[in-house]
């Protein structure tokens, strides 16, 4: 089992900056990608950014990307989200996803519990 535990979202003015991390409890085999998805009320869950675990791939959602760059630290089990001229329209509660590369994408296994971030304009 993966427990993962996001953190760092916060309320910030638009063109600031946040960096978010996903802290993973541990990891099986059948884990080989986290990625981010975010969501606001009333709206379907959206895929932000994805990283394959095991060759160091990355993928962006077109709203994100040149703005939004997700890494991870191995030795810390941590993912992170740095934001970079954030817009209101990024306003979303943030999710930690862990699972399985496929076709391109992270298929989420595992989900964190959340963490809003906030861009007041």
């Known amino acids: 089992q993966v427990q993962l535990v996001e953190s760092g979202g916060d309320s910030v003015q638009a063109g600031g900056s946040l960096r978010l991390s996903c802290a993973a409890s541990s990891f099986t085999y059948s884990v080989n ?12 869950r959206e895929r932000v950014a994805d990283l394959n675990t095991a060759d160091g791939s990355t993928v962006y959602a077109d709203s994100v990307k040149g703005r939004y760059t997700i890494s991870e630290d191995n030795a810390k ?7 970079n001229s954030l817009k209101p329209e990024d306003t979303a509660m943030y999710y930690c996803a862990a699972g399985f590369w496929l076709e391109g994408r992270c298929v989420p296994g595992y989900w964190g519990q959340g963490t809003q971030v906030t861009v007041s304009s």
């Open 77 to 83: 089990n941590t993912m992170y989200l740095q934001m």
């Open 33 to 44: 990608c986290m990625g981010w998805f975010r969501q606001v009320p009333g709206k379907e």
